[in-house]
């Protein structure tokens, strides 16, 4: 079944304590990105990847880190947590960044920073 | 800058059409997008236009693409209990056709 797996799917931290969250997508696809959704501000994005060893920013990346060595995988690292990162987190997949390609969503993680 | 607006909330009764806005400040003239989130789930792409086109039609849904006011719409007929959901609109960064701009999402309710 085509999807795309996230880890955990919901976790409480503490403020400073290093985290991450793995993506993994088993479609082949270039294309991989970040997303936080918080209430009234709808879904922004963290970073994205065009293919392996290629990331750039999104819209909110402070505070964030990511890597793609692997064209499946894409994991999100928040070296230092803080109360604000609080947030649902989406991963998401595509074959490429643009064009008519949908956008596969992971079921989301669900972050708490106390 | 790249600014997608979406009102919060709207309420409509089993059967009649809902219709959900999008506003946009600046777009890639390329493909627009709706995505639909049920509860507790990841978004799903529900459908797409092409920047050159003013409407696309796909079965109880219709989308309306206004360039010139930078105005999406998605209409869905004969609106059902399992449309509830919150919906996006999703348009290309203008300097970035990788990066998507996803809009503040439209939570529809639907009462019998």
Redesign the interface.
């Known amino acids: 079944e085509a999807q ?1 797996t996230q880890n955990p799917r919901y976790l409480i931290t503490v403020t400073g304590k290093k985290l991450t969250v793995t993506c993994s997508q088993n479609m082949n696809h270039e ?1 991989m ?1 970040w ?1 936080r959704q918080d209430p ?6 963290i970073y ?1 990847s ?1 293919n392996v060893e290629v990331t750039d920013k ?2 909110v990346p402070e505070g964030y880190k990511v890597s793609r060595k692997e064209k499946r995988n894409f994991p999100l690292i928040l070296e230092s947590p803080s109360p604000n990162q609080t947030s649902l987190y ?1 991963c ?1 997949s595509s074959l490429f ?4 390609y ?2 596969y ?4 993680t669900r972050l708490t920073v106390t | 800058g790249e600014d997608v607006e979406q009102s919060l909330f709207l309420s409509v009764r089993e059967g009649d059409s809902s219709v959900i806005n999008c506003t946009y400040t600046d777009s890639s003239s390329t493909y627009l997008y709706w995505y639909k989130q049920e509860p507790g789930a990841g978004l799903q792409l529900l459908t797409y236009i092409f920047s050159n086109m003013d409407m696309k039609q796909d079965q109880r849904l219709t989308v309306l693409l206004n360039k010139k006011d930078k105005h999406l719409s998605l209409r869905i007929a004969d609106t059902q209990t399992g449309d509830s959901a919150i919906y996006f609109c999703a348009v290309p960064s203008p300097y970035n056709t990788d990066k998507l701009i996803f809009g503040t999402g439209t939570r529809l309710q639907v009462f019998p």
Request: aromatic content about 20%; charged content about 10%.
């Open positions: 795309v294309y990105s997303y009234g501000l709808g879904l922004r994005q994205y065009m999104g819209d989406f998401a960044g643009s064009g008519p949908e956008q969503f992971g079921p989301g």
